[in-house]
């Protein structure tokens, strides 16, 4: 398995607060992504890193910011979370050699009440 | 914007049956299409991928095929066993060539034993 783990990987929080989740790696990947996965809506993305502070929006990207200082940790913020963050949060990378499969870490279930 | 389609969202089949999950595209320069199995409570995991040179590719009981005239593609899975059962995503990379996905809504899959 790629080495990539998330952090946390349950987190219950109320309205209004702030909330990061990190990503880690250790495969040295240039590419590293932030998804949401919500039934009926599969995997959204909401932020990319394409190198180090280099990053840009996804598809659903109001809410939420990104900070990639190194390589190897990608940050998600919830500036103001809302319930409707609520979500399962999925970390993935991939590397820049030609292939394009990313490989995804094992997951954030957030819940904001 | 670009947007995947996937088709069936629930599948039931017996044991040792086959089972056919279909998306379409709407961009036709994406180069790229894998597909991910998810088990509960994990990350998605590539089982196959294909890209747009090609019009059939297998791997043991998986088998995907594209068509690029229609803009589809399917995931084809034979000899089902029970360890099959998971949720499928198809997915499109967009803009072509480069290392995002568009994901379809997902497919969830059980063989019934």
């Known amino acids: 398995d790629a080495g990539i783990t998330q952090s946390p990987r349950h987190k219950v929080t109320e309205t209004g607060t702030p909330v990061t989740l990190r990503c880690h790696q250790t495969?040295?990947?240039?590419?590293m992504y932030w998804y949401r996965q919500d039934p009926g809506h599969g995997l959204r993305l909401i932020h990319y890193?394409?190198?180090?502070?280099?990053?840009d929006k996804g598809e659903v990207s109001d809410g939420y910011s990104v900070s990639r200082s190194k390589t190897e940790d990608f940050l998600l913020t919830l500036e103001s979370a809302t319930s409707s963050q609520t979500s399962v949060y999925f970390c993935?990378?991939?590397?820049?050699?030609?292939?394009?499969?990313?490989?995804f870490g094992p997951g954030t279930r957030l819940t904001v009440l | 914007g670009e947007n995947v389609e996937q088709h069936p969202s629930t599948l039931s089949v017996q044991e040792g049956d086959s089972a056919v999950i279909k998306c379409t595209y709407s961009?036709?320069?994406?180069?790229?299409f894998p597909w991910y199995k998810q088990e509960l409570g994990k990350g998605p995991q590539l089982i196959i991928d294909?890209?747009?040179?090609?019009g059939e590719k297998k791997d043991q009981r998986i088998a995907v095929t594209l068509n690029k005239t229609a803009k589809h593609f399917s995931l084809h899975i034979t000899e089902t066993q029970p360890e099959d059962s998971a949720v499928y995503f198809c997915?499109?990379?967009?803009?072509?060539?480069?290392?995002?996905?568009?994901f379809g809504t997902g497919t969830r899959l059980k063989v019934l034993a």
């Open positions: 993935a990378i991939s590397e820049s050699s030609g292939s394009f499969e990313q490989f």
């Open positions: 495969e040295n990947h240039r590419y």
């Open positions: 890193s394409y190198g180090v502070k280099d990053t």
């Open positions: 961009d036709s320069a994406s180069n790229y």
């Open positions: 294909i890209r747009s040179n090609v």
């Open positions: 997915a499109a990379s967009t803009p072509p060539g480069t290392y995002k996905y568009i």
